[in-house]
T-cell receptor, first 111, second 112 residues
Framework: KAGVTQTPRYLIKTRGQQVTLSCSPI?????VSWYQQTPGQGLQFLFEYFSETQRNKGNFPGRFSGRQFSNSRSEMNVSTLELGDSALYLC??????????FGQGTRLTVV | QKEVEQDPGPLSVPEGAIVSLNCTYSNSAFQYFMWYRQYSRKGPELLMY????GNKEDGRFTAQVDKSSKYISLFIRDSQPSDSATYLCAMSDMNRDDKIIFGKGTRLHILP
């Protein structure tokens, strides 16, 4: 059974640009959550999508947005990038919202 | 008070020792408790998943939940250098909004 796939694995962007990250969940999983991980703050919840609807949202500015498609694949977008957005972005999938399985993450560097 | 508290470590123990990792939490509604292992530059890997109070064992790993004390533990027996990683506790209530709350992780070093 294939795991959670995140693309790309690495990204370098400049301040002010926007970026889109992609996540393909485990087959059959309908819940996809996104997290930002930094050394100082740990794993911080961004948002969760379930059956194409945003079910939960963390405390991040509106520059961070996401969506989920009918095949459960999800994308997150960050607009007007700031240096502080440099982090490991992790996607996790679960069947209904219980035990969550993570992808390898996308490491974003903003310069 | 933070919802989930976890000592960041680092925790260094000799190979073969029993490791004890712990988290405390404040939300009594949490019912589902998880432990993840994260190696450097990798995504977290689910190790243990438990519901409500009690113990769960899987190989060298034992997870304990004490809901009355709002305290969870992960024990690693016969620790190996390959167990060196960051361990994150996580929990959710699964009734209100299914959001999973993570601890900040404990860095563990197993010394050969």
């Amino acid at each position: 059974k294939a795991g959670v796939t995140q693309t790309p694995r690495y990204l370098i962007k400049t301040r002010g640009q926007q970026v889109t990250l992609s996540c393909s969940p485990i087959s059959g999983h309908r819940s996809v959550s996104w997290y930002q991980q930094t050394p100082g703050q740990g794993l911080q919840f961004l948002f969760e999508y379930f059956s194409e609807t945003q079910r939960n949202k963390g405390n991040f500015p509106g520059r961070f947005s996401g969506r989920q498609f009918s095949n459960s694949r999800s994308e997150m977008n960050v607009s007007t990038l700031e240096l502080g957005d440099s982090a490991l972005y992790l996607c996790a999938s679960s069947f209904t919202g219980g035990e969550a399985f993570f992808g390898q993450g996308t490491r974003l560097t903003v310069v | 008070q933070k919802e989930v508290e976890q000592d960041p470590g680092p925790l260094s123990v000799p190979e073969g020792a029993i490791v004890s990792l712990n988290c405390t939490y404040s939300n009594s509604a949490f019912q589902y408790f998880m432990w993840y292992r994260q190696y450097s530059r990798k995504g977290p890997e689910l190790l243990m998943y438990t519901y409500s109070s009690g113990n769960k064992e899987d190989g060298r790993f034992t997870a304990q939940v004490d809901k009355s004390s709002k305290y969870i533990s992960l024990f690693i027996r016969d620790s190996q250098p390959s167990d060196s990683a960051t361990y994150l506790c996580a929990m959710s209530d699964m009734n209100r909004d299914d959001k999973i709350i993570f601890g900040k992780g404990t860095r563990l070093h197993i010394l050969p």
